[in-house]
């Protein structure tokens, strides 16, 4: 119910922006509805602009139904919803590339990586609204997944564990050993490899094969020593 009303509330911004009135500094984006040339997905101003057109998109919908529903805005509560979690994941976009500005340099690569993959997961979630709106096609949103995919989780995997520190997440959402919840990676991540099938053919081709072959199936301590601390060879020794 919170959520329908803060989108209705949205709406009425958006109308008010029409009509020429003001609004509360935190809505003046959605009175900037000219149309991006030209969308690259590695750029999460132009995506955090993107957010706010399709929210737009949706609000001008709201707001040219409401007359055939005799301005019955129940009939309208599934779109005033999702205004609202768009306005929620746009302004997690809109707060993270401020505070970046005065960020660490030194956390900027990858603080960086974060907040673009916040806004492409947002699209790629949400596309069925940007494709209706004509905001994106299908090229574009194909973009997106290989950005999301190709680069970005493949580059903040290796920073996984202390970014869920920074966060303060669950080590359990990173289904990793090295993130184990009481700290005993060692003893979780032989487990995690015991789960492998080491029947697999594939892992009879590793370069290392016959060092460790040779090192399982070598012969017993006695036998390496040359029986040379055996039992009968000390007592012949008077030891």
Known sequence: MLSINSGRSMVKYRQSIKKGKSVPPDFKYLGSDKPISSIDVKDSTLLLQL????????????????????????????????????????????????????????????????????????????????????????????????????????????????????????????????????????NKYFDQINLVNNNNSEYDTVDYKDEILGLLNRPSVDVREFNEKSEEALTKLGK
């Not at 609202?84 to 707060?95: E, G, P």
């Not at 949103?141 to 520190?165: A, K, S, Y």
């Open 51 to 186: 957010l706010g057109l399709v929210i737009i998109r949706i609000a001008d919908n709201v707001l040219e139904l409401l007359p055939k529903y005799n301005d019955n805005w129940e009939k309208v509560a599934t779109e005033l919803a999702l205004i609202s979690k768009l306005n929620c994941y746009r302004a997690y976009v809109d707060t993270a590339l401020e505070a970046s500005k005065t960020a660490d340099p030194s956390v900027l690569p990858v603080l960086s990586k974060v907040i673009n993959l916040w806004a492409n997961y947002v699209v790629k979630e949400y596309a069925s609204s940007f494709l209706k709106y004509g905001l994106i096609n299908k090229d574009k949103l194909t973009e997106v997944e290989v950005n999301i995919f190709n680069n970005l989780l493949p580059f903040l995997r290796t920073q996984i564990v202390g970014l869920t520190d920074a966060f303060q997440l669950n080590d359990f959402l990173v289904n990793s050993p090295l993130g184990a919840y009481d700290g005993d990676f060692y």
